[in-house]
């Protein structure tokens, strides 16, 4: 019976040790397909003769801040990072714990680049110069928004961070304010960080839009959403419908008719989770003026900007709902503005109905 039992065991060592074989060659020829965010960025610097590395390093140094955030947004619950941080940030929202962690991380990570020679953040009133030797000469500014949506922190509902790169105005010397308050099309480079059932970094250079899903098993973000590119139109709005009553007539109207077609409303509450939802789905993601907020809720610079700089660079289009985004001038940090960005018919649709009623109006 001993060596009935010891045939019979066999075929199943056997049959494991297939398995586990199949499964590392597997593993093996996948690993070698992989191409990972920094080898990604080498790859576009080496295309361009004239690239000199400052912008790629910048990046590269963006990634690793996405990492560490996404390790402490992932640790939430577990340790003392969620809820109030009991202060407010420049524009009068209250700060959750893991805003003020998240606009550490990055703060620390862009002025240990030393290819970054300021920084604003939607969390502080001022913008921070860097002011090190090699740092306060460099070519680049960074604004960002660390935490996008953390009012969803404590229900562990995606969140994000969003960033935009400029080239100082400035020649020389400790950074200036005019160095920030840019349009958008002078952007060089800008992206989005999603934290959700996985962490995704997205970005552009005017080059098309790529995704990067981060492999925990490897601690690299890997290409997995190469030239993105939005979908002419969509059945998908994305607003704060709650708002309804407070929003313009024009903009009640547009709602009701995307209701009247059975379009699906789709809102998670943080731009950077609906955003990236319309960028692969398609449809439109919109936050207007209301009736207590006549400029808009979201920052021109630290959120408008940067997500409208993706969204045309992947065949959408983004409005004010008059004007194209990145055409507007920018005159102070926390500047806002109405939002309408998304798949560019839908877009077209809700502008025709603002100009046409406002017409009728006037």
Known sequence: ???????????????????????????????????????????????????????????????????????????????????????????????????????????????????????ASEENDHFVPITTTHSKNAKYVVLFDPLDGSSNIDVNVSIGTIFAIYRRTSTSGQVELKDFIQSGDRQIAAGYVVYGSSTMLVYSTGDGVHGFTLDPSIGEFCLSHENIQIPKNGKIYSVNQGNYPKFEEEIKAYVDSCMDQSYSHRYIGSMVADVHRT????????????????????????????????IEQAGGKASNGKDRIMALEAFELHQRCPVYMGSKDMVETVEYYIRERKEVKG
């Open 279 to 310: 960028l692969i789905k398609g449809g439109i993601f919109f936050y207007p003026a209301t009736s207590n907020a006549p400029e808009g809720k979201l920052r021109l610079l630290y959120e408008c900007n940067p997500m409208s700089f993706l």
């Open 1 to 119: 019976m001993a060596n009935i039992q010891y045939i019979g065991y066999l075929p199943l060592s056997i049959s494991l040790f297939f398995y586990e074989w199949l499964y590392l060659r597997l593993n093996w020829t996948n690993m070698h397909k992989i191409i990972t965010l920094d080898e990604f960025i080498i790859q576009a610097q080496q295309k361009n003769p004239y690239s000199t590395g400052e912008l790629s390093s910048l990046l590269r140094d963006i990634g690793l801040a996405a990492k560490i955030i996404s390790r402490e947004v992932n640790k939430a619950g577990l340790v003392d990072i969620v809820g109030k941080a009991g202060q407010e940030n420049a524009s009068g929202e209250v700060v959750q714990k893991l805003d003020v962690l998240a606009d550490n991380v990055m703060i620390s990570c862009l002025k240990n680049s030393g290819e970054c020679c300021g920084i």
